[in-house]
Nanobody, 120 residues
Framework: QLQLVESGGGLVQPGESLRLSCVGSGRTFGDYAIGWFRQAPGKEREYVSCISGTDGSTYYEDWVKGRFTVSRDNAKSTVYLQMSSLKPEDTGVYYC?????????????WGQGTQVTVSS
């Protein structure tokens, strides 16, 4: 089991950027695919992006392509989600989750989430 802790959320204005971090415990952090998910107010949690634990392949939902970038630093057991050109509709609680090797899931270990609010 991998324990995950997100950080980096906050309140920003439209067009600004944030970088979220997901720090994991465990010596085999690099083997895990790490996904990012968002839960907007009153909505179900949805997939945002993922980076695999095999070759570092990255995946994005269409609504974040070109604006969000996922990356990882296995030496620091950390995955990042760089979010740029943020929009009010990006608001929500962002969670990271771990799955075995591939971004196809399932994602079994979840962090507690970090709040992102985009508002003028």
């Amino acid at each position: 089991q991998l324990q995950l802790v997100e950080s980096g959320g906050g309140l920003v204005q439209p067009g600004e950027s944030l970088r979220l971090s997901c720090v994991g415990s465990g010596r085999t952090f690099g083997d895990y695919a790490i996904g990012w998910f968002r839960q907007a107010p009153g909505k179900e949690r949805e997939y945002v992006s993922c980076i695999s634990g095999t070759d570092g392949s990255t995946y994005y939902e269409d609504w974040v392509k070109g604006r969000f970038t996922v990356s990882r630093d296995n030496a620091k057991s950390t995955v990042y989600l760089q979010m740029s050109s943020l929009k009010p509709e990006d608001t929500g609680v962002y969670y990271c989750a771990a799955g075995n090797y591939y971004c196809t899931g399932p994602f079994n270990d979840w962090g507690q989430g970090t709040q992102v609010t985009v508002s003028s």
